[in-house]
């Protein structure tokens, strides 16, 4: 097939979506050739297919693919991340080139943009080095050393999914300061010696790609680097922000998180050394490059039963209790922190700084929503559980059970706390990933607060 022969050397799952663009749905002949071509089998390819949900296989195949009704996001999250991105409420490194009048690269240089590029390219990649691993911004620098220390290439990775279906602050630095990030891909690379990197992309953003590339090869001229960034769409599934599952989707198997991702520092993406990081921070290394700084800041999202809500850029220093006052929260109110695998705050923990609710799987943790009197923290778990129950991946037993087991005693008329306390904590301490463990932490939470 013509497809097939045009996108030889590209990624599997970008190759099943022009086929299935072409002809309306995956057919069993494309599957086929396809997989003689690459030489899978074509049982993994049907595999890697139907992982997808915007795969359709041809008449005859999808009416005995095994689907679950679709469960609706939960009413009261209806609108948050569009409500929240619809304004930034503070600058700082992260937010200062957010302006949609940088759409070119002359005109983000005329504001300052590129000038981390020229400082690193002035310094030695040790000194870029040593200014990303301890600028504050990366809680990866055991990776970026680690990569950079191999004989191998390494590749970078600017992870750009949401994951969660209610984060969305990727999301609006792709649309406000794309050039941020590139610059930020670009200066990686002069610190590491990588020769690929990838922006991987959640579904919902998957437009923005022409665009991506367009403006990446704009800088790659400008810079004249030897450089090459590809644009990559994820899964929409709720474990797509997860690294395993980027460089599974990239490398085209199934889009199912890996019980580790210590093998990345040394076998990543096809095998080489690979270096995953948030958009956040890569648009971080190149202002604080450029203005020979550090920061801490983070991008969080506030929402819900708040007078102003929108993206906030703070310091991980700042006491949550803080960001809400300051967002116009209610002292009384409950407040969900990690969107659908997240957990509810006791009062207590107004008082902690938001470093100390910090991980490492990315923006999904930094949102924040809080409920009115109309949503309790049970009533909303229930609904939460529901949705996780139906899109979590089940790649491992605990997730693929117990979502389910728990979503179940939830819609009981008077749930067995005991045995869900049960169930929530064998997930919490046994699941594959942060998105399954987080989606019990949830569940416990409810019953605490």
């Given amino acids: 097939m013509k497809i097939i022969e045009e996108q030889a050397t590209s990624p599997l799952v970008d190759v099943l979506r022009s086929l299935q663009r072409e002809e309306g749905c995956l057919t069993e002949a494309a599957l086929k050739a396809l997989a003689s071509d690459r030489v899978i089998s074509l049982t993994r390819l049907y595999g890697i297919a139907t992982s997808y949900p915007e795969f359709h296989l041809e008449k005859g195949h999808e009416e005995i693919r095994p689907l679950a009704e679709p469960v609706p996001l939960p009413e009261f999250l209806g609108g948050f ?25 002359s005109a983000y240089r005329e504001a300052g943009g590129m000038e981390g590029y020229a400082q690193a390219a002035s310094a030695s990649p040790e000194q870029t080095l040593s200014a990303i691993t301890k600028g504050g911004f990366t809680r990866k620098a055991k990776a970026w050393l680690a990569a950079s220390s191999s004989d191998e290439e390494p590749v970078l990775v600017a992870n750009c999914h949401n994951g969660d279906p209610v984060a969305g602050q990727a999301s609006s630095l792709l649309k406000s300061a794309p050039y941020s990030i590139l610059e930020g891909l670009y200066i990686g ?26 403006k990446s090869e704009e800088i790659q001229r400008d810079a004249n680097i030897n450089f090459a960034v590809e644009v990559f769409t994820g899964p929409a599934i709720l474990v797509g922000s ?64 708040v007078k102003s809500p929108g993206i906030y850029e703070a310091s991980t220093g700042t006491y949550l209790g803080e960001l809400l006052s300051e967002a116009g929260a209610g002292g009384h109110d409950e407040v969900l922190m990690g969107g659908m695998s997240g957990r509810f705050m006791g009062a207590e923990e107004l008082n902690s700084p938001l470093l100390s609710f910090e991980r490492e799987d990315g923006p999904r943790w930094r949102t924040i929503f809080v409920l009115d009197e109309a949503n309790s923290s049970f009533e909303a778990v229930k609904a939460i559980t529901q949705y996780n129950s139906r899109y979590l991946c089940g790649g491992c037993i605990p997730c693929r059970i117990g979502s389910v087991r728990m979503a179940e005693i939830l819609g009981t008329e008077n749930p067995d706390t005991d045995i869900l306390k049960e169930l929530a904590f064998t997930l919490e301490k046994t699941g594959l990933c942060h998105t399954g463990r987080g989606a019990a932490a949830l569940v416990l939470s409810s019953l605490q607060t």
Avoid at 254 to 272: F, Q, Y
């Fill in 189 to 214: 690379a002069m610190a590491t010696g990588a020769r690929r990197g990838f922006i991987y992309l959640d579904p919902a953003e998957s437009d923005a790609a022409p665009d991506l590339l367009k």
């Fill in 81 to 105: 991340r569009e409500e929240a991105a619809a304004m930034v409420r503070k600058d700082g490194p992260l937010t200062s080139m957010w302006s949609s009048k940088l759409a070119t690269l």
């Fill in 242 to 305: 997860d690294d395993t599952v980027a460089v599974a989707a990239i490398e085209g198997d199934r889009p199912v998180p890996a019980a580790s991702a210590e093998k990345m520092l040394t076998r990543g993406i096809w095998a080489k050394p690979t270096i995953i990081d948030s958009a956040e921070c890569f648009a971080a290394i190149a202002r604080t490059i450029a203005s020979n700084s550090q920061t801490s800041n983070r991008l969080y999202q506030v929402g819900g039963n």
